[in-house]
């Protein structure tokens, strides 16, 4: 049984932020929070595509071979690693059909539980957060104006142009 006792699972078990940092590329409360973002309701709730099962019919859950924290775990190492298609299978203990179809199903469901969090959203600011911003920048370098973000610490070397109608633009 996959969701018994196989390396993935020693690795999700121990939930240690080194082991999934490494393996996986983040630490285990972001993890947790991709579960709880979306992809553990879409894993339970959308049938996996396959020729033989109907798009919209109801998702057996009882018939995988991962739960959804092992599918996101099997994404998540594919993502992270250069490792070949058959380490993956010993890690996660299932079949090479089994690996490609769930990966590329949980594929699917990571970009768009991604898409979905309004925490990790990277957004432009606008209006009175974009006027904040680039004060901000303007009063620590006078050059920038216009600027809502700078890198702090970080020591470039800046030119402006000898001519004035340059400069102006």
Not at 62 to 80: E, I, P, Q, T, W
Not at 139 to 155: E, M, N, P, Q, W
């Amino acid at each position: 049984n996959p969701q018994i006792n196989t390396p993935w699972k020693v690795l999700f078990d121990s939930q240690h932020d080194r082991a999934f940092i490494t393996t996986m590329g983040i630490d285990v409360p972001t993890f947790s929070s991709l579960l709880t973002a979306g992809f553990a309701q879409a894993w339970y709730e959308t049938a996996i595509p396959h020729e033989d099962v109907s798009a919209h019919g109801t998702p057996r859950i009882d018939k995988c071979s991962l739960d959804a924290a092992g599918a996101l775990g099997l994404v998540l190492h594919y993502l992270n690693s250069t490792m070949h298609a058959i380490s993956l299978q010993q890690i996660f203990t299932i079949i090479p059909s089994t690996v490609t179809q769930y990966l590329h199903f949980s594929l699917g469901l990571l970009l768009h539980t991604l898409w979905t969090p309004h925490k990790a959203k990277i957004q432009w600011p606008g209006g009175l957060d974009f006027e904040h911003c680039s004060a901000l920048v303007v009063a620590r370098h006078l050059r920038l104006g216009g600027a809502f973000g700078s890198i702090d610490g970080l020591k470039l070397p800046v030119q402006t142009s000898e001519d004035v109608e340059i400069a102006r633009e």
